[in-house]
């Protein structure tokens, strides 16, 4: 930056009621979208009021810079990236402001997002329908600029469909509402001697031109492309009375799709629509080729199909490496080319069955596609998630090389998508390329991508040439150059190939008539730098190889690791979506809170460090301080990007040049202590719950003053099962023997819970062996003390690889604890000890699972447990979510017949092991619990149990609520019938 301007963004920063940040890691974090491009921002604002971005957009025009809009920063053309100011309205803009349901509208700001929006509107029977794959993030004001559509884009239209009326800022600072006018209003508006009068005398004067209406018609996509985004939506406004048809003129029209380039939007009105059927199934029709895909979506669309989309075997493979994902591909019969998913919808099942079944009869006649299997309402869900996580799921490509958005956004008439996509596929060849297909098929829209590495300039250049090669197919068959993801810099330089020259400079003279100064979004649509500059790695650079603790050669090192997010934001969903990732970025709303902020911080610091210790930075301190290693991405993430893994192994590599602080020492060693401290237990907790010695241990070690620290069993669980084990009472017969891991938790804390679980288990049937082994190293992984984890990882593999196998299993109680073996240990223990690692975890066994798996095999049978009514609400632990499943815990809490089992729709519920307790983070750990988790609680009837596998969820669910959440094995112990 320069220095003459440091001041003067002090200066702005001082007036706004938002906040403007221009330190190095907010500019990092807003230096890409999910496109390519990287280009490092003046600052990051984030205005509260329109008075801010009034004068963010004075002092833009004073002093030579920009203002580039942002919102869930999904692009994939590279629209929220440029050198100026990123003005981020996600933060504040948020408000739905008026609903009218007998008119069918509602006004919000541009930061609401696309589904918290429609699930305040289902109440009412109405939804915004377009519906993009980001949904669960993308907003209102993102939709509008890139005019997006989506699957359902076949029955409701685009975005531009569903704009009433646009509160706007000109460039002038002055605010304009755009909305229908008639003739009259129009020529009215034309005598303003203002920039608003400005604006439409210049489209009058331009569009009234006959020669310059008949180059837009000659020259823009055929009219049945309902999907077009190329440049300027000029077309449209020629629809109105006021030049060729009989609409009002709305200048909406051009404002969506326009990527904000011509105003800031601060206020949408959008129309709505009745909500659909509510039974909705998909036939998933499977091919052989994709030719024959694409002929079979030409079919579909004579059907009355809701949505027609296109996934193809290059995807369909990288979800069989997803933890989330793979288990929603039930469906997929063999090993097909392509999945065409059709979905119908009806007021009944038989209704939308038939419809599917008269789909599938067409196929069959027509002798296309091998399987037909229709997938029924309760699974949709999951089969759309599949097809969704596309574009994170090609992150999954091992190496440099990935499926690079360039030509994906194309789309032609569906008459001539086959022979299109047959020529495009014939094209590619010509550069050694087998490209990916995906997307919607029904609206004449796939998305292609080459395979490219990035890094190296022949790759960078084949991107170039690609891109032209596709944009001269395009124009070839009259289509658009971009469906719905915009022009951004990937395409903006091919438009006056795709419009011609005349028209393109006709976007040159409204640009500069609407922003004479160029300050929104410049190069964007017009005048854009080459497509290939900018871009996120500089060509021929190496890629750093870092040294690790942790193995992180599956994927080529850490670097690539954090490589792998690809922008697309999944972790930036909102609590009502579901799921766990990211808890953190739900509490607070900062992009550096999210899975991708802090993949992209590591990524830059990594690439462009000089250091000894590269990750000798406060920058990615900051950014991994509120991570709660909940696992939520290792799972939800499409991309698979493990964070918990990525932070533990930066906390060691910080702390090598900074110093171990005293309370991760503590923390890590918490066993340890645990064990001095059950030599006297009654003195210790006295130590531990007095206010002035327990107050002054919290205050030396920074833990939250309202938090209790746990107490110390009298007695440990290793203690008691050499004392009592024998003489439990058990089953007449021994249905197979079973090692129990005594957890450092279970141990010394919760050893009650221990005691019920083997009990339980022996009670059952289990023969429960405990033999001595070291604790999980669960507290050291979380404070990045990796040579002790490493050794207790160690340990713990060479004691159980010749004990543990499929008839003899591994079971713990603790979550975070015995999932270790399943998720850090192969990456922690020596390379010799590797494959045995791998080998145990397959064995290594939540007692959940195992108890559900065993009812399964009918050796647990509901006759073992009362008849008594129970409800109980369940609380499942984010390293169960992320590793293995709450409906084992489900299961299980079901067994007795009239116990009736709820999952709480929480994610993390916030304490997350020792995160919780640090005084610093105790306000966030309170935020992420009263998301969902707190208040669902809270309106639970006492006689209502609560049920929570993890100790740091029941002392969360303590200390937050007052309730005691109780541990399932404690609730099925007391279920036994006597």
């Known amino acids: 930056m320069s220095s003459n301007l440091l001041p003067l963004l002090q200066e702005l920063s001082s007036q706004l009621e938002g906040t403007l940040q221009f330190d190095s890691l907010t500019k990092t974090l807003y230096a890409t979208d999910a496109s390519v491009y990287r280009e490092m921002p003046l600052a990051v604002a984030f205005p509260k009021t329109e008075s801010d971005i009034q004068k963010l957009i004075h002092f833009a025009s004073k002093n030579g810079t920009s203002l580039i809009p942002r919102t869930a920063g999904t692009s994939l053309s590279g629209q929220c990236v440029g050198n100026g100011i990123v003005v981020d309205v996600s933060k504040h803009f948020t408000k739905i402001l008026e609903l009218n349901q007998e008119e069918r509208w509602v006004r919000v700001q541009p930061g609401v997002v696309r589904d918290e929006l429609n699930r305040f509107l289902k109440p009412h029977g109405l939804f915004f329908s377009p519906i993009t794959s980001t949904a669960n993030r993308a907003m209102i004001g993102g939709m509008v600029g890139n005019n997006s559509s989506g699957t359902t884009s076949i029955v409701y239209g685009v975005t531009r469909d569903k704009v009433i009326s646009l509160h706007t800022i000109l460039s002038d600072g002055n605010p304009v509402k755009f909305e229908a006018l008639s003739k009259v209003e129009f020529a009215q508006k034309t005598q303003l001697d203002t920039l608003e009068g400005a604006i439409y005398k210049k489209i009058e004067e331009e569009l009234s031109d006959p020669e310059a209406r008949e180059e837009i018609h000659a020259q823009f996509p055929k009219k049945s492309i309902h999907r077009r985004n190329t440049g300027y939506a000029v077309d449209e406004l020629l629809k109105s009375e006021v030049f060729e048809g009989e609409e009002k003129f709305n200048f909406c029209k051009l404002l969506s799709g326009s990527e904000g380039t011509l105003a800031f939007t601060t206020e949408i009105k959008i129309s709505l629509d009745p909500l659909p059927d509510p039974i909705e199934i998909v036939v998933a029709a499977h091919f052989e080729t994709i030719h024959e895909s694409m002929v079979a979506s030409q079919t579909a669309m004579k059907h009355p199909a809701t949505a027609v989309e296109l996934m193809d075997k290059i995807i369909l493979d990288c979800t069989k490496e997803s933890i989330e994902y793979s288990k929603n591909r039930y469906f997929v019969e063999g090993d097909p080319e392509a999945l065409l998913m059709v979905e119908f919808r009806g007021k009944t099942l038989e209704e939308a069955m038939e419809k599917g079944k008269k789909l599938v009869e067409d196929f069959q006649q027509k002798g296309i596609g091998y399987a037909y299997p229709i997938i029924e309402p309760s699974m949709v869900s999951a089969a759309w998630a599949l097809r969704s996580a596309g574009l994170g799921l090609l992150a999954n490509i091992p190496g440099d090389q990935k499926a690079v958005a360039c030509i994906e956004d194309t789309a032609v008439d569906i008459e001539d998508l086959a022979d299109y996509i047959d020529e495009v596929d014939e094209m590619m060849k010509g550069f050694n390329q087998k490209p990916v297909h995906y997307a919607h098929a029904g609206a004449g829209e796939i998305h292609l991508r080459p395979i490219l590495d990035l890094k190296k300039s022949k790759d960078v250049e084949e991107f170039y040439q690609i891109s032209k090669a596709s944009a001269e197919l395009v124009k070839k068959y009259q289509g658009s150059l971009s469906g719905e993801h915009g022009d951004g810099r990937v395409r903006a330089a091919f438009i006056p190939l795709m419009v011609g020259e005349k028209n393109y400079q006709l976007f040159r003279r409204l640009k500069f008539t609407w922003d004479p100064q160029n300050i929104f979004n410049p190069g964007k649509i017009v005048d854009a730098a080459p497509m290939n500059k900018f871009l996120r790695y500089e060509p021929d650079s190496k890629t750093p190889e870092h040294p690790t603790l942790m193995d992180f050669s599956n994927v080529g090192g850490i670097l690539r690791m954090a490589e792998k997010c690809n922008g697309s934001g999944d972790c930036r969903k909102l609590p009502g979506s579901g799921g766990t990732m990211c808890p953190s970025y739900m509490a607070t709303r900062n992009e550096r809170d999210t899975t991708r902020g802090r993949a992209n911080t590591l990524r830059e610091f990594l690439t462009m460090d000089k250091k000894e210790n590269a990750f000798d ?362």
């Open 617 to 978: 930075h406060p920058e990615i301190k900051e950014a991994m301080d509120l991570c709660l290693s909940c696992k939520g991405c290792t799972s939800e993430c499409p991309s698979n990007v493990d964070m918990a893994s990525l932070k533990a192994e930066f906390q060691y590599q910080y702390q090598q040049a900074n110093g171990i602080p005293l309370r991760s020492k503590a923390f890590a060693h918490i066993n340890e202590l645990n064990e001095l401290g059950s030599l006297i237990p009654g003195i210790a907790n006295f130590f531990l719950s007095n206010s002035v010695t327990g107050g002054l241990m919290k205050s030396v070690l920074g833990v939250a003053p309202k938090r209790n620290l746990p107490a110390i069993s009298n007695q440990s669980l290793r203690k008691w099962y050499k004392k009592n084990y024998r003489a439990l009472p058990g089953a007449k017969q021994t249905i197979k023997s079973i090692y129990f891991f005594v957890d450092e938790f279970t141990n010394h804390n919760d050893t009650q819970i221990g005691i019920k679980a083997i009990s339980l288990l022996k009670k059952l049937g289990y023969d429960v062996k405990i033999v001595d082994h070291q604790e999980s190293g669960r507290s050291a992984i979380s404070k990045g003390l990796l040579p002790k984890a490493k050794k207790h990882a160690e340990a713990n593999v060479k004691v159980f690889s010749d004990l543990i196998d499929g008839n003899t299993p591994l079971i713990g109680l603790e979550p975070s604890a015995i999932l270790s073996f399943r998720d850090e240990y192969p990456r922690l223990v020596s390379k010799e000890l590797v494959e045995s690692a791998k080998k145990l975890k397959i064995h290594v066994k939540l007692i959940d699972e195992f108890l559900a798996q065993e009812a399964a095999a009918g050796n647990i049978k509901p006759d073992s447990f009362t008849t008594n009514t129970q409800k109980i609400k369940l609380h499942g632990h984010c390293h169960q979510k992320a590793l293995s499943s709450v409906l084992w815990t489900q299961k299980i809490l079901s067994l007795p017949v009239n116990y009736t089992v709820e999952t709480i729709p929480s994610g993390c519920c916030g304490m997350a092991g020792s995160f919780g307790y640090e005084a610093e983070h105790y306000e966030v750990s309170q935020q992420v619990g009263e998301l969902v988790l707190f208040p669902t609680v809270r309106k639970t009837e006492l006689e209502t149990i609560i049920a929570a596998p993890g100790t740091s969820c029941r002392h969360q669910i303590a200390d937050g609520t007052g309730r005691k959440a109780k541990h399932p094995v404690e609730i099925l112990w007391e279920a036994l019938s006597d």
